[in-house]
């Protein structure tokens, strides 16, 4: 199975900061990443796809980059609702997994 | 709007069963790829099995082959997981998940609010 590796597990920052999270795949995966917030007690929404789509409704402070192997999330003009946990999620092939998630905090 | 209801979680027995529903509205239910991803208390996600629409593949993550199934009836627009020879490890939140396509390897939004299973003597 292809191994997804975020970094890093917790990121601490403030409101109006910009942060960037990174997930590295065990091999490439060309462009097929997505990303998931989550709030305590709520299933995850996708907020990127195809490593850098934004998904409808979800903020442009939002952004992603990167393909094959390596990828990053970019909150910009971080806001109180993005304090969350984060995973990426890869989908090159029928057998998915995550990464381990970052928990990002004020 | 999509909605994503699942149901059937609870307390079991290692070595037991349960059986899983996921009633689903808003959407062609038959159209898309749905799946199962699993997040054990405090823990990161886990995918566990994906069902495309049409005839159906199914795909599953080695650690729950031969006991569980994932099947789907689109004529009540229902995704199932039939658990058996359940395992203290299987102890997690199960959430169904809609794609946005009708196969292949895809992203998975929305998610259902999941059920709660419980493995434990």
Known sequence: DIQMTQSPATLSASVGDTVNITCRASQSIGRWLAWYQQKPGKPPKAVIFDASSLKSGVPSRFSGRGSGTEFTLIISSLQPDDFATYYCQQYDSDSYTFGQGTSLEI | EVQLLE???GLV?????????????????RSYVMAWVR???????????TITSGIGNTYYRDSV???FTIFRDNSKSTLYMEMNNLRVEDTA????????VATG???FDPWGQGTLVTVSS
Do not use: D, N
Not at chain 2, 13 to 29: D, E, I, M, V, Y
């Open chain 2, 7 to 9: 149901s059937g979680g």
């Open chain 2, 13 to 29: 027995q290692p070595g037991g069963s349960l059986r899983l529903s996921c009633a689903a509205s808003g959407f062609t239910f």
């Open chain 2, 39 to 49: 997040q054990a208390p405090g823990k990161g996600l886990e995918w566990v099995s």
């Open chain 2, 65 to 67: 082959k031969g006991r």
């Open chain 2, 93 to 100: 939140i199960y959430y169904c998940a809609k794609a946005p």
């Open chain 2, 105 to 107: 390897a895809t992203w």
